[in-house]
């Protein structure tokens, strides 16, 4: 006689298949967020250095901060948009002196980052060609970036000075291009001067990076356009710059807020009080906040400058967006 035996339907496949992928979830977990937990506490120190100071700089714009009110900030009258009414009252003093300010600053930003783009560009371009001792001059283009902003601007200050500096004695007694000894950190030379610091200081750092992003056009195409008959300047109006764009969209826009917030160079340059042709924002913004007592009004000129920055970054990435798509199209 036979006998049948009924088995239970075999679910093993898809129990054991389940299993695992509910052990495999809480590791994939664990792996996601290891990376933001290890970037946790610098970005707990970021709040605390930045975001802290920039929320009580804010709360400091709608109070009447004045001299009287430093030991107990806290019990300051409120104003409301006092502040920024003083500082946008461009028929008053202090609106007016403010105006002047960021005109100046304008005008130095877009000087000091053309220049420092177009020399860095240039170098860097240069710099591709192999020759002997290429490795030497790099290392010399990058030290002006390299030395401490106090150390380097300091010596502007003795270069530019009136009876004993190097510039004078440069242009007037050896070239005699100038006909008597030129005031450079006062007048409007002060301007000048500034603007020389600035892009002396900085044109290493668009050499770096436009350097570094040569290294990503490939030497075919620069190949083939000789066989084709360009030359030099059609390559790099053909090639190098449109392939530089990705670069050099981010290079303006860190070249742009560095410049425009800018505060070592003028302050070591010139001190607490910078000439009327060199005001730069920073320093005006210094001078109304540590040198008047009038904090209140600093932190409102503070926020119309971050802003005016927001603004501009915010449009200029928008433009630039644009452009990348169109050219991908």
């Not at 010399?140 to 003795?158: G, Q, S």
């Not at 920073?282 to 603004?311: C, D, E, R």
């Amino acid at each position: 006689m036979t006998t049948t035996t009924l088995k239970e339907p075999v679910r093993g496949d898809s129990t054991g298949a389940a299993a695992p992928e509910q052990r495999r979830r809480p590791g994939r977990i664990r792996r996601i967020g290891l990376p933001y937990l290890l970037l946790l506490p610098a970005l707990l120190l970021e709040l605390l250095v930045h975001l802290v100071p920039m929320v009580i700089g804010i709360v400091m714009s709608f109070k009447e901060l004045t001299q009287f009110y430093i030991r107990d900030w806290g019990t300051a009258p409120w104003t409301g948009f006092g502040n920024y009414k003083v500082s946008v009252d461009f028929d008053a003093p202090v609106g007016k002196a403010l105006l002047h300010s960021f005109f100046v600053t304008v005008g130095f930003t877009l000087l000091s980052v053309g220049l420092c783009w177009l020399i860095g560009t240039t170098a860097a371009i240069y710099m591709q060609d192999t020759f002997r001792g290429r490795g030497l001059l790099r290392a010399l283009f990058l030290v002006p970036y390299a030395l401490p902003v106090y150390a380097a601007v300091i010596t502007w200050v003795f270069m530019f000075q009136h009876d004993n500096g190097l510039v004078n004695h440069v242009l007037h007694d050896q070239l005699h291009i100038t006909d008597k000894r030129s005031f450079w950190l006062i007048g409007d030379n002060s301007f000048w001067a500034l603007l020389i610091t600035h892009v002396w200081k900085g044109w290493p750092f668009a050499f770096l990076i436009v350097m570094a992003g040569l290294q990503n056009i490939p030497k075919e195409l620069y190949e083939a356009a000789a066989l084709d008959g360009a030359g030099m300047l059609q390559q790099i109006r053909r090639i190098t710059l449109p392939s530089l764009r990705p670069v050099n969209q981010v290079l303006v826009l860190v070249l742009f807020l560095w410049t425009f917030n800018d505060f070592n160079t003028p302050y070591v340059l010139f001190g607490k009080a910078a000439p009327e042709a060199a005001d730069l924002i920073s320093v005006h913004i210094y001078q109304a906040s540590f040198v008047t007592w009038n904090f209140g009004t600093g932190s409102a000129m503070s926020v119309l400058l971050l802003l005016f920055l927001l603004v501009v970054t915010g449009v200029y990435l928008v433009f630039t967006s644009r452009g990348r798509r169109t050219g991908d199209v």
